[in-house]
């Protein structure tokens, strides 16, 4: 699969709605690493969680393959890219 960013490929949102979209101050891939979600008192669970049901339900393959192929996150975590 090559690695192309997913605005080459046709699919320049995914990488706003299913990995950057924010949530109480953070994106959506650090509540899910850090399992804030989980937390009982943290007040934007509810509207994570439901986001989180939709965009399961929604994605389709070639939104897929565009972000697994675009390696997003050893981008954003080393710098080499400036964030979406």
Do not use: C
Request: proline share 6%; aromatic share 10%.
């Amino acid at each position: 699969m090559p690695s192309q960013h997913p605005k080459e490929i046709g699919y320049g949102h995914v990488i706003e709605r299913y990995v950057t979209r924010m949530y109480g101050g953070l994106p959506r891939y650090l509540v899910l690493n850090g399992g804030r979600f989980l937390g009982p008192r943290w007040g934007h669970t509810s509207r994570f969680t439901r986001h989180m049901i939709a965009d399961a339900a929604a994605v389709n393959d070639g939104e897929l393959e565009a972000l697994l192929g675009y390696e997003w996150l050893s981008r954003l975590s080393s710098g080499t890219e400036p964030r979406e």
